[in-house]
Nanobody
Framework: QVQLVESGGGLVQAGAALRLSCAVSGPIDNHLMAWFRQAPGKAREFVGG????????VYAESVKGRFRISRDNSKNTVSLQMSSLKPEDTAVYYC???????????????????WGQGTQVTVSP
């Protein structure tokens, strides 16, 4: 069973930066990784995804230019560097993994098999 554990969430002011990390219990070399988020009362939405060798990285329009996904296959981790945070970025952020080699990374929740428990990010005005 693959386990994903997110960390790095917190309360920050608008304009600040924050870095989230996702630690995976096994090798991620050949796996598709992604970040999603879910705000209260809203559906879970795609933030960004990265293919196994980072050959393809895609972002939601709402975060493009502000967020950056990276992966360290040697450490089985994926990170989400967030900058210029806005109050509308407030959400629980989830890390997701799938074994497929889909390129570019899909943006649907249903395309990812494994999920972390989430980490809260709160951005105050």
């Amino acid at each position: 069973q693959v386990q994903l554990v997110e960390s790095g969430g917190g309360l920050v002011q608008a304009g600040a930066a924050l870095r989230l990390s996702c630690a995976v219990s096994g090798p991620i070399d050949n796996h598709l990784m992604a970040w999603f988020r879910q705000a209260p009362g809203k559906a879970r939405e795609f933030v960004g995804g990265i293919t196994k060798n980072a050959g393809s990285v895609v972002y939601a329009e709402s975060v493009k230019g502000r967020f950056r996904i990276s992966r360290d296959n040697s450490k089985n981790t994926v990170s989400l560097q967030m900058s210029s945070l806005k109050p509308e970025d407030t959400a629980v952020y989830y890390c997701a993994l799938d074994f497929r080699l889909t390129v570019p990374p899909p943006q649907s929740v249903n395309q990812y098999r494994y999920w972390g428990q989430g980490t809260q990010v709160t951005v105050s005005p």
